[in-house]
């Protein structure tokens, strides 16, 4: 899901770069007859159109994990939430993206058409690491002023990527030779899209230097992930500007700002802890019998023979590894199913860390 979505804006920005945001002139045809593009269109519809495909086959991962997680609705109602939200923006972002070719590349509405990916891009960057725990209720964790440093870095980044898109409206990079300009001058919204950079850079060190002193190494490690990538983003960022914007590094510095979101949103969960994931074959066992240790649940999932259920029963029940508590959950090597309990696990993981 993460990487369709940084996909589809470095694709949706090479339509931009490439000049072919009007290779299909309309919307939602092609052309007014063609929902396809046509060889008279040239390389620019093949292009125009190859984004629109890739937003279909986004939407089908979309509505791909909704239909997976609906399993799991009930341990898992965030998720859940989480990919039907990503899902629904496909169809408004297809509108957006249908508005401006309307409107011929508005660069507001471009713009306009950029910052849900983005929300998206971070949207998927949580997805992905709620997936690495159980849910339920957050602790923070740190001090507040680590916690202040880390909300400090999401508004920063959030300032930075709409003073990019400002700064985009302004540069040469239209979409198409008709297409208008936002009317900003250029090297202002430049500089002020680079300045809070700098912030960002200070305010991650920081981070860094507080996390390693509370030794916290799950927030330490995410920051020092951002101070790279953000350094990196940011080196791109000047050698384009002082280069006159070469295609292929705004088309990097667009894989950059997808990897700068994800680090960025990765660093404000890390500073609230969630209960560890419980093993997966715990999850997926058939509601109603968490009294079945996992490869019974597993067997029954599939219409096993109860039989085999019930040799297995009474182990996990009185077994010594059956029971309960976060640390059975959470133990090295509890990934061997019969190594605890079934009920153990998927009863205690999720308030454990509460
Ligand atoms: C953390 C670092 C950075 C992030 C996350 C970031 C993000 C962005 C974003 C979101 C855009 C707009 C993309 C679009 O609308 O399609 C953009 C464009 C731009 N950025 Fe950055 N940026 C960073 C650092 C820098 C730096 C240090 C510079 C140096 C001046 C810079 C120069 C530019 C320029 C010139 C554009 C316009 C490109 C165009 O006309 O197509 N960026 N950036």
Known sequence: MLIAQALIVVTG???????SGL???????CDGV??????????????????????????????????MLLRLIAARWDLFLISLALTLVVPVQAVIGGISVHMELNPWIVAAHFVPSAVCVALSA??????????????????????????TIAVLTVIIVIMGVLT???????????????????????????????????ATVAGIVAAHRQRLPEVRRP???????????????????????????????????????????????????RAPLPPADTLLAPRGRTDLPPEAAAEADAGGSAAA?????????????????????????ADTGAAHGTGAGRGTAPGAGG
Request: proline residues 8%.
């Open 23 to 29: 290779g299909c002139p309309d919307w939602p045809t």
């Open 126 to 151: 949580y997805f992905v690491r709620r997936t690495y725990d159980a849910g339920g209720p957050r602790t923070p964790i740190g001090t507040p002023a680590l916690r202040g440093l880390a909300w």
């Open 34 to 67: 063609s929902i396809t593009n046509t060889p008279d269109m040239g390389i620019h519809g093949f292009i125009e159109f190859g984004n629109r495909l890739l937003g279909v086959v986004l939407g089908l991962i979309c509505l791909a994990t909704v239909i």
């Open 309 to 333: 259920g019930a040799e297995s029963d009474p182990t996990a029940e009185s077994g010594p590894t059956a029971e309960p508590g976060p640390a059975g959950a959470a133990q090295p090597g």
């Open 168 to 202: 985009t409206g302004a540069g040469p990079h239209a979409g198409d030779e008709v297409s208008a300009r936002n009317g900003l001058p250029i090297v202002l919204m430049a500089r002020l899209h680079a300045a809070p950079v700098w912030l960002l850079v200070i």
């Open 223 to 273: 920051l020092v992930v951002l101070l790279i990538v953000e350094l990196a983003q940011g080196v791109v960022g000047y050698i384009q500007y002082f280069t006159g914007l070469p295609v292929w590094l705004v088309a990097l510095h667009m894989a950059g700002l997808c990897v700068v979101i994800a680090a960025s949103t990765a660093v404000l969960d890390s500073v609230y802890r």
């Open 13 to 19: 920005a090479l339509v931009r770069l490439t000049g």
